[in-house]
């Protein structure tokens, strides 16, 4: 979603109060720092709505205002919550400037056993950044923890004809049967993208 439609969606589903917070936030982080504690805030303001998305929307449009630094992004990511964690992530799509040197955020999420976190972690900016084999391994990760193949972005296109990524998830598949358990349909999914086409 382009941010001006983030912003237009989020203003939608506020209260009046709430929206009053947002724009005085929103004018405020492209000129000073206290935008940081209105990050940590943006849960509080977005309660009454409804919509628990709407707090990590909140803190995307922040970070696009502020646009905070390396050693900033990495702050809020170290010492955020799950929630703060989770929108710097998927704030990341959003930063154009940051480039590859976010990686290393991406790469401590996919450690976690935190779904969410996982989730925010697969998105556009790390169709784009990661290599070949973090890739291969955070689809792996996605699938050993259930989160939904459809959060992983662009993955049609990254697995297509991946012979190797194939022999991973076709030893992964393997690995459960012997074990009596049932693989995730997800794989089977990957697994036909990886299949080289016709010429």
């Avoid at 983030?6 to 589903?13: N, Y």
């Avoid at 391994?137 to 989160?147: D, I, M, N, R, Y």
Wanted: hydrophobic fraction near 45%.
């Amino acid at each position: 979603m382009l941010i001006a439609d983030l912003r237009t969606a989020v203003r939608d589903h506020l209260d009046d109060d709430a929206t009053a917070w947002l724009d005085r936030a929103l004018t405020e982080a492209a000129t000073t720092p206290r935008w940081e504690a209105d990050f940590a805030a943006a849960a509080r303001h977005c309660r009454r709505s409804h919509h628990p998305e709407l707090a990590d929307a909140t803190r995307i449009l922040l970070l696009h205002t502020a646009r905070p630094d390396m050693p900033t992004l990495t702050r809020l990511y170290a010492h955020g919550t799950a929630a703060e964690r989770r929108a710097v992530l998927l704030a990341l799509a959003h930063l154009e400037d940051v480039g590859p040197d976010a990686l290393p955020l991406v790469e401590d999420a996919l450690r976690t056993n935190d779904t969410r976190l996982v989730a925010a972690a697969v998105g556009p900016y790390a169709a784009r950044h990661l290599d070949a084999h973090g890739w291969r391994q955070a689809v792996l990760k996605c699938l050993f923890t259930g989160v939904p193949l459809d959060v992983v972005a662009d993955w049609p296109a990254r697995a297509r004809g991946d012979a190797e990524l194939a022999r991973i998830l076709t030893d992964y598949a393997r690995e459960r049967t012997a074990s009596g358990r049932d693989f995730p349909a997800d794989l089977t999914r990957v697994l036909a993208h990886t299949t080289p086409e016709e010429p």
